[in-house]
């Protein structure tokens, strides 16, 4: 199994543009999230989904929207980038039974 | 509000000390607690997950990490630390029943060789 992966890595964008985060995972996990990991404040939940057709705000959703059409696919997308919006953001999973999650190596934004 | 808090923001060691991490928590029922590590460039690794039972429990690498329920707490422990140990560490709750994981602040372990 390739786990969580997420695409792409690094990306730079430029204020007021537009795009879309990848995750995939290949467990067969109803659950994902999405979180942005900023320098000091550990890791803060931006969506959730608790299966395909199911999402809910996380702690820090504003200027993000996600879809779930899939149980393998959960895209996150930013509309009209920020500075603020520069960031670390990880994708993770769980199973229904298990509280752990499964974390992909992430994608590091940088809003100019 | 509820909350997880890592009291050690970096903690630098020379090799072979011991190592002790604060976790504390403020949720009033029954909670899932991790700890995950981040080695420099990297995601998050889960270290080491408690969810009932024995609450001395061991993770990988030599890692163990004690529940004290009366106290709200779950530190993390290695006896003697390694300059690969050289990582960010988050603790975790989740509350039983709960969706979503609350992460801590995390503490950053410099380990000198």
């Known amino acids: 199994n390739a786990g969580v992966t997420q695409t792409p890595k690094f990306r730079i964008l430029k204020i007021g543009q537009s795009m879309t985060l990848q995750c995939t995972q290949d467990m067969n996990h109803n659950y994902m999230y999405w979180y942005r990991q900023d320098p000091g404040m550990g890791l803060k939940l931006i969506y959730y989904?608790?299966?395909?057709?199911?999402?809910d705000k996380g702690e820090v959703p504003n200027g993000y929207n996600v879809s779930r059409s899939t149980t393998e696919d959960f895209p996150l997308r930013l509309e009209l980038a920020a500075p603020s919006q520069t960031s670390v953001y990880f994708c993770a999973s769980r199973p229904g039974q298990s509280y752990e999650q499964y974390f992909g190596p992430g994608t590091r934004l940088t809003v100019t | 509000a509820q909350s997880v808090s890592q009291h050690n923001h970096h903690v630098i060691l020379s090799e072979a000390a011991s190592l002790e991490l604060g976790c504390n928590y403020s949720y009033g029922g029954t909670v899932n607690l991790f700890w995950y590590v981040q080695y420099p460039g990297q995601h998050l690794q889960l270290l080491l997950k408690y969810f009932s039972g024995d609450p001395l429990v061991k993770g990988i690498k030599g890692f163990e990490a004690e529940f004290i329920k009366s106290k709200f707490s779950f530190n993390l422990r290695k006896p003697s630390v390694q300059w690969s140990d050289t990582a960010e560490y988050f603790c975790a709750v989740i509350p039983t029943g709960a969706n979503n994981l609350f992460f801590g602040t995390g503490t950053r372990l410099t380990v000198i060789p």
């Open positions: 989904s608790v299966g395909a057709g199911i999402t």
